[in-house]
DNA sequence: TAGGCCATCTGGTCCT
DNA sequence: AGGACCAGATGGCCTA
């Protein structure tokens, strides 16, 4: 970053007779300005501004708003990058079965939800029958099958759940299997071995790296950072 | 008012 | 040089 520029204060680029005024813009320096023969064989004249090409004499104005451009372009982009985000993660809120009253998940409650949901389906494809898939996730069973698909939960963390989202007016969960349940536990699904998926959850996020080095795997979850949550969408 | 969730900005790092 | 990706910081909004 510190050979990013190089400025001069005197002698050097003057921005304000400049006609290329724009200090970020190198479109002056496009290659059809020059002739073959000039890349060639160039002169001693053009070796001289060829060499100085690469760190042009840039006044400190026209570094800032170099550097403005930039940030502003890199925002530009991580913006975009993070609506792509975000729209992948509502195809996959919508491949999820959920609820028909429950309220959009947390972006963290989609990648739990998805990846316990992929791991129970993976569970259950060696074992279904022709008909109907039943799949046990945690808390939660979804029984998928020719006459449509159901999700009903066995404990009342999904009340719980809801009654989060929806507000106090929702407090009656609508459904059957909820009223009947006497309490809901809490439970740390992270360390409870016996529910939550047992090899999926690879401490290997700080390991990402870059490159073609090591394979790209589903990040770890965050137990430290949710704390004790009482969501099913955790604690599948 | 505290806490959770989210979008955005920002600087760093790596890759092309 | 610029793009992609990432993580930390920040501020806004909402809810209990």
Known sequence: MSSEY?????????????????????????????????ALFPTAKEEKRKKSRGTRCKSPTQVLRLKRNRRIKANDRERHRMHTLNDALERLRLALPTFPEDTKLTKIETLRFAHNYIWALSQTLGKSEAGEITLNVGNVTVSIGENGNMITSSTGSCAVAAQKRLGPAHSAFPYPQERFMPEWQEYDCYSDQSISPPVQY???????????????????????????????????
């Open 202 to 236: 690879q401490p290997c996020y700080e390991q990402r790296v870059y490159g073609h080095h090591s394979p790209h795997v589903l990040p770890a979850t965050h137990h430290h950072a949710m704390g004790h949550h009482t969501n099913m969408y955790q604690c599948l």
């Open 6 to 38: 190089s400025f001069c204060s005197e002698g050097g680029f003057d921005e304000l007779s400049s006609s290329s005024d724009s200090g970020f813009d190198v479109s002056f320096e496009s290659p059809k300005h020059e002739s073959p023969t000039d």
